[in-house]
């Protein structure tokens, strides 16, 4: 049986107990029974949906949900609601609560190839067409889809998951609880070469890449191996697809990294840091805690804590921002800026007629 | 048997033939054989050739070719001819009609795993080292290359074609003649997290993609399954390779969709939209039908149908050319400013000497 | 066995055996026996280390190894040394030398696919789920990891590794000593379609990829067959992760292209060209022999020979430098330039009236 998608199951819980599930508190009915989460739209009969924010609640007004659970400041409502600071959180417990699956690993299926001295854990679903190579170490209740292919010596902590084709190279260690989306690859060669007068030689990339607990990898992403060393996705790490990590790159706890972002070799990011889309990070800086990249950005240079950046090069975002709103006026200004060039060199011409004037003023005189 | 590249069949066809195919009109002798078709240079005897646009003329002339489709206005020219509005596209057809093979589906290699209440259709070609999903439903011709994987209870229409290491998760719907390139991702989750103090919690992503009829998509792809409700690809989208769709999008009929496009979550693309490579779209916009975004561009704000932006943050193409074509002259227009600023001051200076001088001239008088 | 990672072979040399290896000059114990290289911070008793520039001679002096690789002009320095003009590709070779692993092919696995009429070299390694299309011709020594799809009639020459779930399609040659890192596609289809009407028809792809000897290719990247005739990696090309190559692209020899680039249809790229990160490149276009593109450029014209550029659109890298200097005071241009345009009015006016005052003049007088 697989985790994840699915037909829904049939699991029931009270309004009160969902708020217990939440840390929410029930308004009206607690033992009203609840069957299911959905959106505003889609809830039904039986069903408890949420209002992510007050300036939504007409729309709540006309849901058919049984339920609702709202931010704490909603005026009084005349449904059973629980109340929260924060619903979408709340919701993303509730929707977890409801796709909860009876756990049934489907153990080790004949058509897997597992390596010499491999240690297989309890509890595991490895499918048809996965390659574990010699010397891997599979935790308990791991979940390795078709076409998975671990190399030799690779770890992978308990209850992860490595989705269809997902590739983990010799020696790379995934820690506990991660998710690798399709298609992904941790722990290709990263890109060093020596010059050797006009070719290249290739430097042996001999590091690994370790991946903490918690951490969720997007589709087809590439996260090299260190030259020597690590590359180093630290716990809690999320990242959207396509998305591109250089060799012993580090990436601080909890960071955000959005769909095709590109990070060069060496860098170090912080933690708690966002990279908005397709922004790309040059090799050997370090991005401070808590700093936010705007989409397409490119970063060039260290970056403090805390800064926020935009542009190509980046720059402090507001400023950004202003330079962004003059940039389409730049015909206008080189033509304000001729315009202006000519009026000058007329008033001096003025001025020097003038002048001429006076002085040739006394000889007419 | 696969469909798809391999050698040139020994198809024929008469020059009349092949103008009915494209809905030409035949200049010469239609009774003339072809055996195929090539570009002018590689043409050779027996064969035909295409001219896209008049002003290649001379290369025709040049040209080995027995015959070849030409524009309807291109002047009298002393070779057997197709005359046509669109040569590309009559190329295209007698493309395909050349590389047309004898349909043999190979039917369900014994080395593919198919899972528990799988429906398949007639002639068919299941390779090796695919799976399918418990409950899955595989439309009549269908081809699944090596290496794919389907999810439990995936739809895939009659003609498609999913190239080798493609990967559909559970409960995606894909349409018929759809076409996806090798290692290509459906139904990854969206990229959706709340936050709980500084950690994420995971969203579930319980929605599916849909994928109707005609689309192709190119290579290493993502396209990201909904929070809930729908992703969807609708008839006749083309996109090119690296291309990243987030949950809950929606890209309208024939749009065409350009390599490493990324689009965000939400976001409404309409009908016959060109996307330039390397765009960026964020999400929860719409862009208008018939729009066309540069390449590189950066989207950030709805687009009316029709318009045509460039730039990121992007703007009208036009305005765009023109303050691009000022860019590269900041630094003159920062130093002539600075000179017109001086040339002012000395105005400014002289005048206020003249008028002290006026107002100390009646002194002097 | 596998070629590349794994654990470190207790292989040993001398430091004058090594001193030959790179072509060095050994100053010192020649007999000094080494059994690995490491970086400076981690090489340890019995190791050499390497000291990339003289301005990083203050690491070297703590470093505990018994033996280091510097530049020739380093100063004396009181341990055994190799001198050499380029330590980095020194440090390459040792490295290969030390990672080096007794040739144990694996041969072909008995669950991978080989179609009919193909050629195997000898020495081969064919690892489990491997598909070989018929009439395929794999070289010797020649490694192919789990999951990798070769379609029909594909070449691979000797010494070459394509790691896991890489994909070469039909025709398609690649060279020899050639690495394709895992998730790479090569040969699918270019992005090519008629307009008919509204919609759109595929053109057939009917041309192949040729990838010649010595190249390299990043993990999840997506080369396109040509349309006719053939899309060409020449000799030595090495790139990073993630690029997208379009259909009948030619890239010169030992050129270099960082992750994520783009570069459209017919564009000809020349020899010993840099491409930096995330930089895109238009379709039929000519980059000249060692031209230089900035990351996240975006080239939209011919590029002469040596040039080197930034920007979007691209322009020369020296002026792109000094007009993004400039861009973030395009707002305090801005206001500059009403500020003027302010000061010109009131000279402007003031002259206006002093010519009144002096045209009246005369009739005071």
Redesign the interface.
């Known amino acids: 049986m ?1 985790a ?5 199951m049939k699991t029931r819980a009270t309004l009160e107990e969902l708020a217990t599930l939440v840390g929410g508190k029930v308004e009206g009915d607690g033992s009203l029974p609840i069957r299911g989460i ?2 505003l739209e ?1 809830a039904g009969e039986g069903e408890i949906t949420f209002l992510a924010e007050i300036k939504h609640s007409r729309r709540l007004e006309k849901s058919r949900a049984s339920a609702a659970i709202v931010p704490t400041n909603l005026p009084s409502f005349p449904r059973p609601l629980i109340r929260t600071p ?1 619903p ?2 709340a ?3 509730v ?2 609560f409801f ?1 909860e699956k009876p756990f049934s690993p489907r153990g080790v299926d004949s ?1 897997a ?1 597992i390596g010499e001295g491999v240690k297989i854990g309890r509890d595991v679903s490895i ?3 996965v ?1 574990v ?1 010699a010397g891997s170490e599979i935790g308990d209740r791991v979940i390795l ?3 998975v ?1 671990l ?3 690779v770890q992978v902590g308990e209850g992860s998951v490595l ?3 997902v ?1 983990v ?3 790379c260690v995934v820690g506990k609880r991660v ?1 690798l ?3 992904t ?1 941790i ?3 990263g ?6 007068g ?7 990339q ?1 590091g ?1 890449v370790v991946i903490e607990d ?1 951490v ?1 990898i ?5 996260v ?2 260190a030259a ?2 690590k590359t180093w996705i630290k716990r ?1 790490v ?1 990242t ?3 998305i ?1 990590i ?1 060799h012993n790159v580090t990436v601080g706890e ?1 960071t ?1 990294i ?3 972002v ?1 990070i ?1 070799g060496s860098t170090e990011i912080g933690n ?1 840091v966002a990279l908005g ?2 922004a ?1 990070v ?1 090799g050997h800086i370090k991005i401070g805690d808590g700093a936010m990249i705007g ?2 950005a ?1 970063v060039g240079q260290d970056v403090a804590p805390g800064q926020i950046l935009s ?3 980046a ?1 402090p975002h507001r ?2 921002l ?10 206008e ?2 033509r ?2 001729a315009e ?2 000519k ?2 060199t007329q ?2 011409e ?2 020097s007629g ?1 002048r001429s004037a006076v002085s040739k003023g006394p000889d007419r005189a």
């Open positions: 697989k994840g998608y699915g037909e829904r959905a959106s889609d924060n979408h959180l919701y993303a417990k929707q977890a796709q058509r190839f499918y048809p067409f390659y190579g889809h078709p076409g292919c190399g030799e010596s989705y269809p084709n590739v190279m010799d020696r998710i989306h399709p298609g690859v722990g290709s060669d890109f060093g070469f020596a010059r050797d006009k070719k290249f030689v290739k430097i042996p001999v690994i918690d969720e997007g589709a087809n992403c590439a090299d191996r020597m060393g809690g999320k959207d697809n396509l591109q250089g909890d955000v959005v769909a095709q590109g060069a708690r889309g397709q790309g040059v989409a397409q490119g542009g190509s090069p720059f400023e950004w202003r330079a962004q709103a003059a940039f389409p006026k730049l015909p200004m080189k304000a800026l202006l060039e009026r000058i008033i001096e003025a001025l003038q």
